[in-house]
């Protein structure tokens, strides 16, 4: 079955902290994998799309990884800021056009 | 550039009612898609188009309806609402889904069915 698994569901960190969040996935066959940020009551936002040969993609103080082989992703913010409260979604793309979307893991940064 | 814009942004529906969701986008993309996004879940699909004229179902189509007639607009139509359709409905646009194409998101429209 085509799934996309996150964890953790949520995280709380102080500001100026790292984290790392996790994307585990079973969709075959592969197209490309993306990390979005979603705030509050607003649409998802994309951070980075990474293609089947990309291991890493940065945008700013966000970093994804992606292990095509063992199917698992993470992304990595650097230095934490209150603004990056959101949930962070991992989609994986089958077959060219169908996005399978994960549940999200929830980030709280506290001051 | 306005981007994908929708309306409305919070309705309230009695069951059995009727209504449009209104998506727009000015970035001359080919693909449009309709979302629902239930409280702690993933983003479904519900139908999608690869351009004018084309519309083609996604992973929970049932209760909805769609057109496309221009490249711009992408209106998803709900006939006798129910209950299970109390979600937060989301319009995206982009050139395409493969490679680097970026997939565009609206604000959503917040529904809820009593």
């Known amino acids: 079955k085509n799934q996309v698994e996150q964890s953790p569901q949520s995280l709380i960190i102080l500001e100026g902290k790292n984290c790392t969040l996790q994307?585990?996935?079973?969709?075959?066959?592969?197209?490309?994998l993306r990390w979005y940020k979603q705030d509050t009551g607003r649409g998802p936002v994309s951070l980075t799309i990474m293609t089947f040969s990309e291991n890493t993609k940065s945008n700013g103080r966000y970093t994804a990884t992606l292990d095509a082989d063992t199917k698992q992703s993470s992304l990595h913010i650097t230095a934490s800021q209150l603004s990056d409260s959101a949930s962070y979604i991992c989609?994986?793309?089958?077959?060219?056009?169908?996005?399978?979307f994960g549940t999200g893991t929830r980030l709280q940064v506290f001051p | 550039n306005a981007g994908v814009t929708q309306t409305p942004k919070f309705r309230i529906l009695k069951i059995g009612q009727s209504m449009t969701l209104q998506c727009t986008q000015d970035m001359n993309h080919n693909y449009m898609y309709w979302y629902r996004q239930d409280p702690g879940m993933g983003l479904k699909l519900i139908y999608y188009s690869v351009g004018a004229g084309i519309t083609d179902k996604g992973e929970v189509p049932n209760g909805y309806n769609v057109s496309r007639s221009t490249t711009e607009d992408f209106p998803l139509r709900l006939e006798l609402a129910a209950p299970s359709q109390t979600s937060v409905y989301f319009c995206?646009?982009?050139?395409?889904?493969?490679?680097?194409?970026?997939?565009?998101f609206g604000p959503g429209t917040r529904l809820t069915v009593l």
């Open positions: 994307c585990n996935y079973t969709v075959s066959p592969f197209s490309n």
């Open positions: 989609v994986v793309i089958r077959d060219t056009d169908k996005l399978i």
């Open positions: 995206a646009s982009s050139y395409w889904t493969g490679g680097h194409n970026e997939q565009f």
